[in-house]
């Protein structure tokens, strides 16, 4: 191991135990609303989300849930005699294993259900990092372990021939159905199992909302009281990140932070790059030459090697060489991070790069989780580059391994590759995830402003 020019020390055993960090979007804010078929729930659902006016709602129907028919099932759903509007009808084990695994942060792949095919289907969509998660369904405040998850529970009211003429609407336009094969279902099924298990869910409700969208003082007390666990959850997060910096302000550096080694080279690309008044394509040109380095150190930490030998065109020679234990590739936390991105190419030339889009809250000082686009099978790769040119609280590099872990990616497959990053953010990231490897340049204040992807990129 090397040492940085000021002579901080590289390589020395970690005393820092594993520090415990929670992504602002664990502890997910569960919405639950219920009614009657065709009361209104949905449009409830998205007045809810404009008067909330936050990027990270998410809608989940019940709808998605229905349980897998048999083919004497099927049968009898197609001629409109099968009960869709009773409670056995829904996978209950399968909605509260996706609510826990949302609750907690975790990833979940929601299964999609087809109502012109009376069958679930084969794909799945993907729901992650929600702040607020509305649950909306008849069945919405039926089970008693998806009542201990949600943080408000709203029952919808309407008059009940409302109610029909809407899903007459619903079902003929959007799923294919015949009326006489609606109004049938309704009186034999959805009418009576509405006092049956629907209608006592206003118990246990903590809000009763008659006239749905119109009802404007209803949904502004359930904005409220969601914006204010925000404002709660949000604090509580920034207390946590001043916890870790103060837990690690005087911890010496991992052994899994590398250096790359200040050559005669290195030193004189780094003054040239210190000058300000270097133009804008030279800065690009001796950057990348650095980004380049970095890419390279990065790949001799993280990936792993198998023997091959090779069948040269020289009769009676082999020779004998490695290759890949398995696929490497990147994850560009945008905008700074495609300042590495020639560099990357230079040395991996076919290397998969997936996107995250991590901005800081202005008004908060939080990291925010904006986009994210990553390869399906990321968990499978042998290592995963993580490239930003700029590290100073720690913050965002947190956030950015915690999405690459809940998506099944192994700790000690990341390596995060930075040009320069403060010590104190750099102990805060070791301290939660220890199994990384960090590969960076130089070592500066913790407060160094965020200065390469400006003239690198020019604005």
């Known amino acids: 191991?090397?040492?940085?020019?000021?002579?901080?020390?590289?390589?020395?055993?970690?005393?820092?135990?594993?520090?415990h960090y929670s992504p602002p979007w664990a502890n997910t804010s569960i919405i639950g609303i219920a009614g009657s078929s065709g009361s209104g729930k949905t449009s409830l659902s998205h007045a809810i989300i404009r008067e909330l006016n936050l990027p990270w709602v998410v809608i989940l129907s019940m709808d998605s849930f229905y349980k897998p028919l048999t083919a004497e099932q099927s049968a009898a759903a197609f001629r409109n005699e099968y009960d869709f509007d009773a409670p056995n009808a829904m996978d209950f084990d399968i909605l509260v294993e996706k609510l826990r695994a949302i609750k907690s942060g975790q990833k979940a792949d929601i299964p999609v259900y087809s109502f012109s095919k009376h069958a679930r289907q084969e794909n799945t969509t993907t729901i992650y990092s929600p702040h607020v998660l509305i649950l909306e369904g008849i069945f919405a405040l039926h089970d008693e372990r998806v009542l201990d998850l949600l943080d408000v529970k709203i029952f919808a009211e309407a008059d009940a021939d409302l109610c029909l003429s809407r899903r007459l609407l619903r079902d003929t336009r959007e799923r294919g159905r015949d009326i006489e094969g609606c109004i049938k279902q309704w009186f034999k099924f959805v009418k009576p199992n509405f006092h049956k298990y629907v209608e006592p869910q206003r118990n246990v409700a903590d809000i009763i909302v008659p006239r749905g969208v119109e009802n404007r003082v209803a949904i502004s007390m359930v904005s409220d009281r969601i914006h204010k666990t925000l404002e709660q959850k949000s604090r509580l997060h920034q207390l946590e990140l001043k916890r870790l910096g103060k837990v690690s302000e005087d911890a010496p550096l991992s052994n899994h932070v590398q250096i790359l080694q200040h050559t005669n080279?290195?030193?004189?690309?780094?003054?040239?790059?210190?000058?300000?008044?270097?133009?804008?394509?030279?800065?690009?040109?001796?950057?990348?030459?650095?980004?380049?380095?970095?890419?390279?150190?990065?790949?001799?930490?993280?990936?792993?090697?198998?023997?091959?030998?090779?069948?040269?065109?020289?009769?009676?020679?082999?020779?004998?060489?490695?290759?890949?234990?398995?696929?490497?590739?990147?994850?560009?936390?945008?905008?700074?991070?495609?300042?590495?991105?020639?560099?990357?190419?230079?040395?991996?030339?076919?290397?998969?790069?997936?996107?995250?889009?991590?901005?800081?809250?202005?008004?908060?000082?939080?990291?925010?989780?904006?986009?994210?686009?990553l390869a399906p099978d990321i968990s499978e790769h042998g290592c995963v580059l993580l490239l930003d040119p700029q590290m100073s609280s720690g913050g965002a590099a947190l956030m950015a391994v915690r999405v690459l872990l809940d998506h099944g990616v192994r700790e000690d497959r990341i390596v995060f590759v930075t040009y320069m990053a403060g010590k104190m953010g750099l102990n805060r990231l070791m301290a939660v995830f220890p199994e990384i490897k960090v590969v960076l340049c130089r070592i500066v204040g913790d407060l160094e402003l965020r200065w390469v992807e400006q003239r690198y990129l020019g604005c």
Not at 1 to 19: C, F, L, Q, T, Y
Not at 295 to 300: C, D, H, I, P
Not at 314 to 324: D, E, I, T
């Open 1 to 19: 191991m090397n040492s940085v020019p000021d002579g901080v020390p590289v390589g020395i055993e970690e005393r820092v135990a594993k520090a």
């Open 265 to 373: 080279q290195v030193r004189g690309i780094n003054t040239i790059l210190m000058n300000p008044e270097l133009d804008r394509e030279d800065f690009i040109f001796y950057f990348d030459r650095l980004a380049v380095m970095l890419v390279e150190k990065a790949t001799e930490a993280g990936l792993h090697f198998l023997p091959v030998t090779v069948e040269t065109p020289v009769p009676n020679w082999k020779y004998n060489g490695l290759r890949l234990e398995a696929e490497a590739s990147a994850v560009v936390i945008l905008r700074g991070g495609s300042c590495l991105e020639t560099g990357l190419k230079r040395v991996i030339p076919d290397c998969r790069t997936g996107r995250m889009l991590i901005q800081t809250n202005f008004r908060s000082g939080e990291p925010e989780l904006h986009f994210y686009k």
